[in-house]
């Protein structure tokens, strides 16, 4: 059975306790406004003697600032307060919902026994078993009823306990997710704005660290590394990200750059159709690109796209 709690306090409802709050903030935000002296000649770097001379009343309010401190403190106050009535709410609530359940378990088993109790009554009063088999059956029945409610109670606390550990594993990985994500969005940051070459292939790498099928990644490391003359090494990241995604048109891009820079035309131009196929604008890119120099003069390209592209 509950109990009351001793030397319990009424407690103002927080509506209104706010409701007051913010009237004060509002009182105290009225109280700074007007405390504010206007501007005056005496401002500045010179001071007007005459407009001073003609003061009929203070350029300023004395003690408002120590009244503002005071109310702000005072506010304080009330809102650790509130803060305090706030939890002793929510622990009572607590407090009140387990009272609820150990008193529904009680209840429970009590009429179970009251049941079984008349039961037995009648079956003594018509002689219909004995008092020694009346007191098993009471014992085992109760036994039983007592052993289920606890089976039942345990059930539900395994599967809350599982739901738990699930959901807190969730947001481990998400939380986990999100400081990968952060890290690797502020190092595509970096790279955009770096110069250096190889500063460029550094931040990739460490992309490529933290996520290593980051598709983007590979290619702008390819695209970095045809400039340093590694085109092998270049070839073999643009391959690995169109393993990764063959519908990612850069990647093909890349792919045939690195195939033109080691003079493989029809390979090059394969990829470099197949790039065009998925995003139509790149085939304006081809004029402007250093690396299809070796091949925008080929027969095969011309057959390819026409002459009009290589100029």
Not at 242 to 270: F, H, M, N
Request: with cysteine; net charge negative; glycine share 2%.
């Amino acid at each position: 059975m509950t109990k009351a709690r001793p030397f319990a306090t009424p407690v103002i409802p927080l509506r209104p306790r706010r409701e007051i709050m913010n009237f004060k903030i509002f009182f105290l935000a009225a109280i700074v406004f007007l405390a504010v002296p206007g501007s005056s000649p005496a401002q500045g770097h010179g001071v007007d003697t005459n407009s001073l001379s003609t003061l009929t009343e203070p350029m300023y309010q004395p003690l408002v600032e120590r009244y503002v401190l005071d109310q702000l403190m005072q506010l304080k106050h009330e809102q650790l307060s509130l803060k305090s009535e706030l939890a002793e709410k929510v622990a009572d609530a607590k407090l009140e919902s387990s009272d609820r359940a150990l008193k529904y378990t009680i209840d429970t088993t009590t009429i179970i026994f009251y049941i079984i109790t008349a039961a037995a009554t009648i079956l003594v009063v018509l002689g219909w078993r004995s008092l020694k088999e009346i007191r098993d059956n009471i014992e085992s029945e109760t036994s039983k009823q007592i052993h289920d409610l606890t089976q039942e109670y345990e059930k539900r606390l395994d599967d809350m306990e599982a739901k738990i550990k699930l959901r807190s594993e969730q947001i481990i990985a998400a939380q986990e997710e999100i400081s990968v994500t952060n890290i690797v969005h502020s190092l595509w940051i970096r790279a955009a704005i770096e110069k250096s070459d190889e500063e460029r292939i550094r931040i990739y790498d460490k992309i490529l660290d933290l996520k290593p099928n980051d598709i983007e990644a590979l290619t702008y490391k390819a695209d970095a590394l045809l400039d340093f003359g590694e085109a092998k090494w270049a070839l073999h990241l643009a391959n690995t990200a169109v393993d990764i995604d063959d519908s990612y048109p850069l990647a093909y891009w890349q792919r045939a750059c690195a195939k033109a820079e080691l003079g493989q035309t029809e390979d090059a131009i394969a990829d470099l159709k197949t790039a065009i196929n998925l995003s139509e604008h790149l085939i304006s890119e081809i004029s402007g690109e250093k690396h299809f120099r070796k091949i925008v003069e080929s027969e095969e390209f011309a057959e390819a796209f026409g002459t009009e592209v290589a100029g």
